[in-house]
T-cell receptor, first 116, second 114 residues
Framework: AQSVTQLDSHVSVSEGTPVLLRCNYS??????LFWYVQHPNKGLQLLLK??????LVKGINGFEAEFKKSETSFHLTKPSAHMSDAAEYFC??????????????FGSGTQLTVLP | DAEITQSPRHKITETGRQVTLACHQT?????MFWYRQDLGHGLRLIHY???????NKGEVSDGYSVSRSNTEDLPLTLESAASSQTSVYFC?????????????FGEGSRLTVL
């Protein structure tokens, strides 16, 4: 079985300060891990993915995440927040051997607020 | 540009009525999915399809049905709408063979059942 826990439902940062959104996962097999972003009244968009290559993954808009197997974590970071980063972020885990999206498990989401 | 569109974007209906939400993609993707999004639950899979004439149940399929008669469309039908089905519904697609999880999402359909 697989599961994902986003440790913060809301995070507020000031513009220009670092962003950290935390995600822990549980998986019976070697997982694939993803971060999706959802802007208000929009669909979800893939931000970045980990699929067993480099453990530090770079995504769009300056975001990156590090896969830490020993800590079962996949935290999302950005060095400097921008107002346009305000959105909801979802951590997603998939048991890779399944190879199909029916095995995706979504976290409950973290709402990021960026203060001017 | 290829896209995935949902209609209607907003719908209000009454308990017991049949409702159909449309999903149309021009990516030529084989895989299509319907999710519902509720506060505190992330996204939960309702139904999915891996190709024409193929449909499968997800984790919250009770009260919903889908049909896949062509590559582009996967309509979601609520046979008899219930207040518990008030939610935001997202359609998504992916191409066969890509790493699981690379989904392209529509902008959502907000359904209110009174």
């Amino acid at each position: 079985a697989q599961s994902v826990t986003q440790l913060d439902s809301h995070v507020s940062v000031s513009e220009g300060t670092p962003v950290l959104l935390r995600c822990n996962y549980s998986s019976s097999y070697s997982p694939s891990l993803f971060w999706y972003v959802q802007h208000p009244n929009k669909g979800l968009q893939l931000l970045l993915k980990y699929t067993s290559a480099a453990t530090l993954v770079k995504g769009i808009n300056g975001f990156e995440a590090e896969f830490k197997k020993s800590e079962t974590s996949f935290h999302l970071t950005k060095p400097s927040a921008h107002m346009s980063d305000a959105a909801e972020y979802f951590c997603v885990v998939s048991d890779r051997y399944r190879g199909s999206a029916r095995q995706l498990t979504f976290g409950s989401g973290t709402q990021l607020t960026v203060l001017p | 540009d290829a896209e995935i569109t949902q209609s209607p974007r907003h719908k209000i209906t009454e308990t017991g009525r049949q409702v159909t939400l449309a999903c149309h993609q021009t990516w030529n993707h084989n895989n299509m999915f319907w999710y519902r999004q509720d506060l505190g639950h992330g996204l939960r899979l309702i139904h999915y399809s891996y190709g024409v004439q193929d449909t499968n149940k997800g984790e919250v399929s009770d009260g919903y049905s889908v049909s896949r008669s062509n590559t582009e469309d996967l309509p979601l039908t609520l046979e008899s709408a219930a207040s518990s089905q008030t939610s935001v519904y997202f359609c998504a697609s992916s191409s066969a063979g890509v790493t699981a999880g690379e989904l392209f999402f529509g902008e959502g359909s907000r359904l209110t059942v009174l």
